[in-house]
């Protein structure tokens, strides 16, 4: 189902960047389950540039049972930009969750007013896939904007109005990014390398589809592909509780 979403995103990369390969950890390059009846694919893919220090995408595919699309893309420690997030889920046809979004690294308002604000036009045209739903396992308050799209939908949306939000979301991003101006300051980059290691952390402290990786492929692959991967400057937490 996401596999056009992928695929525009992989044009848009390589035809827009200077790309280098980022090592992906021995082992969490990709997996194949063999739990159960459904047979299930998991595929990951990293690379850097100079404006962007990591361009992460997965694609879990179990044919009609679950297709998932997971992307996070971090500026460089130079740039103060949000991250980008994208995370799309299908379990069958008619069960599918969408979101999207400029994740913002602080809250105060000048920060918001550059970075925030400017989506606002592309959400309002695409009402429909920003339902205000519940979040269950975030705080909506923290690395979500308030112009996320977030929904529950079905397949035709996904095709006649996500694909195209999405393509909007994504030519904003690349201007976003291309507009800022690099941080020189070093107390400056610090506080953005502190931010997204905050980020690492709260995110994989959270994230709800560490029970979906475990059904699939196992809790010890899991929660490597979590730490060593997903979220490579997040500590476990019995570790984290340490220092």
């Not at 200077?18 to 299930?40: C, H, V």
């Not at 992307?71 to 069960?95: A, C, E, Q, R, T």
């Not at 560490?210 to 060593?228: A, D, K, M, N, P």
């Amino acid at each position: 189902m996401f596999h056009p979403f992928k695929e525009y995103l992989e044009e848009q990369i390589f035809n827009r960047f200077d790309l280098q390969s980022r090592p992906i950890p021995a082992g969490l390059e990709s997996n194949i389950s063999d739990r159960g009846k459904n047979r299930a694919t998991i595929q990951s893919w990293c690379y850097q540039c100079p404006q962007l220090r990591k361009i992460r995408y997965t694609y879990i595919d179990a044919g009609e049972t679950a297709q998932v699309f997971n992307s996070v893309m971090y500026p460089s420690h130079n740039y103060d930009v949000p991250l980008l997030g994208i995370d799309f889920l299908s379990f069958g046809k008619k069960k599918i969750l969408v979101v999207l979004d400029f994740q913002p690294l602080f809250r105060d308002r000048p920060y918001q007013e550059k970075y925030i604000e400017p989506m606002r036009e592309i959400r309002d045209k695409y009402n429909e896939l920003a339902q205000n739903l519940e979040m269950k396992f975030y705080d909506a308050n923290q690395y979500f904007s308030k112009y996320l799209l977030f929904a529950k939908t079905d397949a035709e949306t996904v095709v006649n109005r996500l694909f195209p939000a999405y393509q909007e979301y994504i030519q904003l991003y690349w201007q976003t990014l291309a507009a800022a101006q690099p941080l020189t300051n070093p107390d400056e980059i610090q506080r953005i390398v502190r931010a997204q290691k905050d980020y690492d952390q709260y995110s994989a402290e959270r994230d709800p589809a560490h029970g979906l990786f475990s059904s699939y492929f196992g809790s010890e692959w899991s929660e490597r592909f979590l730490y060593e991967f997903l979220f490579e400057d997040a500590s476990p937490l019995a570790v984290a509780s340490t220092r």
